[in-house]
């Protein structure tokens, strides 16, 4: 045997350390871990075979377990495509996924660690390392498909690992070797470990063979796809069970939807809607978690085009027989037959989420809050769609200070309303606090608070909802006078048009602003900013600036209540206290719409100047 010693990289020592450490209580998974891992391996290798028969087994596929009870020995054996030296290396001493290190980070000080540790199972594929949960020591031994070499892996969870060829005798597949620890002995109990592959691993497709010490061999799983039996079948507990075990997930579903197509699309589809969101949700590659099945052998599960990625986080099987099992991968991914089923999982899943809305609110805004995000994508994304996903979006009212359909938003419209009045804003705080929202709160006319950032890029490319145009109450270019409830004194004096103050306050602020104009619609606030036509507002401005800091955004327009006492003050006061007060008033402005003063020395000494003069 040549082998040589190589130490783990530091994230997967790391993460070694955090499994092992945090999910004893829950260390069944190991099986559950191995035993997936086992049946991807031989799928892989059949879908392999396809193209190159000589990688085929001639045998029927099988998972065998061998125990030696009195030894504390686990074997775990597949009839798998197998590893290469290098792929030992690779696989099983690095973890080479995006996010790792700002998971690891995320989760430095967090008190709960074992929930933490069950999304790094979940996520990012860490499941081989759960066998060190049981183990003191694991050894893998294994061939690879087309080749003569058997490859030996070895460690203890521990500083690293060794590594090299081996002169040991091993069919095509790989072998996982545990040494089980003193206190996990329970697992060298047959019974036990039938149990497990009946809860956690019954429905694998492959035989799960038991070995024990006499020679018996015994057939555990039923070794029957879930997918491919009627609903009627298949309890609740059966379904969650599938869900939990074959995804690496621990919460319950939201929502499950099995379905079977015939005719000229043939195909079967059980597609889970998760309750929590994963830790990846927004990873920058956003890629879907659909495992796709042709004729009951495994083809991918992160293929594009299976679903869009606006619902990534829906996890589950798609098996059909009405695409060719003899192509490549890319020409899977860009058969229009393929494309033709994911319109119809797209149009279950959003036919779905609306019954859910109709049928529970509350548990459906619990729903919104993980995955509203992400849906929005889809309004900015997908044309055909896009009307179908505006009925089951969820936004905040400022008037009923509650998540709303835009539905229920159009049929509390006040009387001759036939706009959408929305306030974009970094924060629910922020936008409530918003002087733009006075005339709309004293006249009893809502307005829709958005605080993704995507808000301000769905309804501009929307444009309108039900035919109602979405408007932006932070832009100059909206009339709500004749709308909602009859003003009284207070917001009739408000809403003056007294032009005596505009004059000083555009000599004061020159160039800083593009226009100063009187509002109809300020109340209690006695300035606020506001875009000109065809100009940006703030919120959208500051998204474009993050993506390009050369972007410069244009001046806005500075609307005055001319009721207010500051205004009314300023014709009295000297022309240089009249410019402090006025930069004061418009900073002032930008900072209640989310901004930093332009001028922070400036400001501060503005501030002094007048505490000193009207204080």
């Known amino acids: 045997m040549n082998t040589y010693t190589q130490t783990f990289e530091a994230d997967t020592g790391k993460i070694l350390n955090i499994v092992i450490n945090s999910l004893y209580s829950d260390r069944d998974i190991f099986l559950r871990e ?25 045998d029927a596929d099988s998972i065998e377990i061998i125990i030696n009870t009195k030894k504390k020995i686990v074997e775990i054996v597949d009839t798998g495509i197998g590893l290469t030296e290098n792929e030992l290396a690779e696989t099983l001493g690095t973890i080479a996924k995006s996010g790792t290190s700002a998971f690891l980070q995320e989760m430095e000080g967090e008190e709960n660690s074992k929930d933490a540790a069950k999304t790094l199972i979940g996520q990012f594929g860490v499941g081989f390392y759960s066998a060190f949960m049981v ?12 080749t003569k070499q058997v490859n030996s892996w070895e460690s203890d969870g521990q500083s690293g690992f060794s590594i090299g060829k081996s002169d040991e005798k091993q069919a095509v597949g790989t072998k996982i070797k545990l040494f089980l620890k003193k206190d996990a002995k329970e697992f060298a109990a047959p019974d036990k470990i039938k149990a497990l592959i009946k809860k956690y691993s019954d429905h694998i497709s492959f035989p799960i063979n038991i070995k024990e010490a006499d020679g018996e061999i015994e057939q555990v799983n039923s070794a029957t796809a879930i997918w491919t039996k009627s609903a009627s079948q298949i309890s609740k507990e059966e379904y969650k069970d599938f869900y939990n075990s074959t995804f690496g997930t621990f919460d319950e579903p939201f929502a499950t939807l099995h379905n079977k197509s015939e005719g000229t699309l043939e195909f079967t589809n059980l597609l889970y809607i ?14 879907t978690k659909i495992n796709l099945y042709i004729n009951r052998v495994f083809i991918s599960n992160d293929l594009d085009g299976v679903i869009p990625t606006w619902l990534r986080f829906i ?51 619990a729903f919104w809050g993980q995955f509203g995000k992400v849906l929005k994508e889809g309004l900015y994304e997908d044309i055909e769609n896009k009307d179908k996903i505006a009925e089951i979006i969820k936004v905040h009212s400022f ?24 306030l974009t804003a970094d924060t629910l705080a922020q936008a409530k606090s918003s002087p733009h929202l006075e005339g709309f709160k004293a006249k009893g006319i809502d307005v829709l608070l958005m605080t993704d950032p995507i808000d301000a890029f769905w309804t501009s490319q929307m444009k309108t909802f039900q035919e109602k145009d979405f408007v932006s109450i932070s832009r100059e270019k909206y009339d709500i006078a004749k709308l909602g409830d009859v003003k009284d004194e207070d917001v009739e004096a408000a809403q003056s048009n007294d032009e005596t103050y505009t004059p000083i306050i555009k000599e004061s602020l020159g160039d800083l602003v593009e226009d100063v104009k009187t509002s109809k619609n ?47 003050k300023l014709p009295a006061l000297t022309s240089e206290l009249q410019k402090s007060l006025c930069r004061v008033l418009f900073e002032q402005a930008r900072i209640l719409d989310g901004e930093m003063p332009s001028d ?8 002094i100047a007048i505490g000193l003069k009207l204080g």
Request: proline share 3%; no cysteine; aromatic share 4%.
């Open 600 to 607: 922070s020395q400036q400001f501060s000494k503005d501030l």
């Open 135 to 146: 183990a003191d020591k694991v050894k893998v031994l294994s061939r690879k498909a087309g």
């Open 315 to 365: 996890k589950g099987i798609l098996d059909t027989t009405s695409l060719d099992l003899n192509v490549s991968r890319e020409m899977v991914q860009n058969n229009p037959v393929l494309k033709k089923i994911s319109k119809s999982l797209t149009k279950r899943v959003l036919s779905e989420l609306k019954k859910r809305l109709k049928k529970d609110d509350e548990a459906y805004d």
């Open 522 to 568: 300020l109340v209690d606030s006695p300035v606020r900013l506001v875009a000109g036509e065809g100009g940006l507002d703030f919120n959208l401005e500051r998204i474009l600036k993050a993506q390009n800091p050369d972007f410069e955004g244009s001046k806005k327009i500075l609307e005055i209540n001319s009721n207010h006492e500051l205004i009314k």
């Open 274 to 287: 998760p309750k929590t969101a994963p830790f990846d949700l927004f990873d920058p590659e956003r890629k």
């Open 399 to 422: 008037k009923e200070d509650k998540l709303i359909t835009l539905q229920s938003y159009v049929e509390s419209m006040v009387d001759g309303q036939d706009k959408i009045f929305i």
């Open 34 to 58: 191995l035993l997936s891992n086992a049946s991807d391996a031989i799928q892989k290798r059949k879908f392999l075979g396809q193209t190159n028969q000589s990688l085929l087994n001639n």
